[in-house]
């Protein structure tokens, strides 16, 4: 199984970016697929996950701000990031869990104030 991240990159504060992740390989139905990140000094912390059946979770400090959806056909995640801070700086994985969990390489995201 395979994850390509894309999207991230240099946004001022307050601003919008939108993250994708495909997943290829022999993924089989996907369960749960969502993200993670990663800010420089701090531990991996998720952000939000989505299930099969549409119930989404999120972390507290994205809440109102994060949107995850996901596109089953395209075995693709999406994270819509909106009124970004810079707190939000990290590297952004997208994870898929299906007998185990996989992660991809992961996108930078990083806001200047």
């Known amino acids: 199984v395979q994850l390509q991240a894309s999207g991230g990159g240099l946004v001022q504060a307050g601003g919008s970016l939108r993250l994708s992740c495909a997943a290829s390989g022999r993924t089989g139905p996907i369960y749960d697929m969502g993200w993670l990140r990663q800010a420089p000094g701090k531990e991996r912390e998720f952000v939000a996950g989505m299930t099969m059946s549409g119930s989404t979770t999120s972390a507290d400090s994205v809440k109102g701000r994060f949107t995850i959806s996901r596109d089953d056909g395209k075995n693709t995640v999406y994270l819509q990031m909106s009124s970004l801070i810079p707190e939000d700086t990290a590297v952004y994985y997208c994870?898929?869990?299906?007998?185990?969990?996989?992660w991809g390489q992961g996108t930078q995201v990083t806001v200047s104030s």
């Open positions: 994870y898929v869990n299906l007998t185990r969990a996989y």
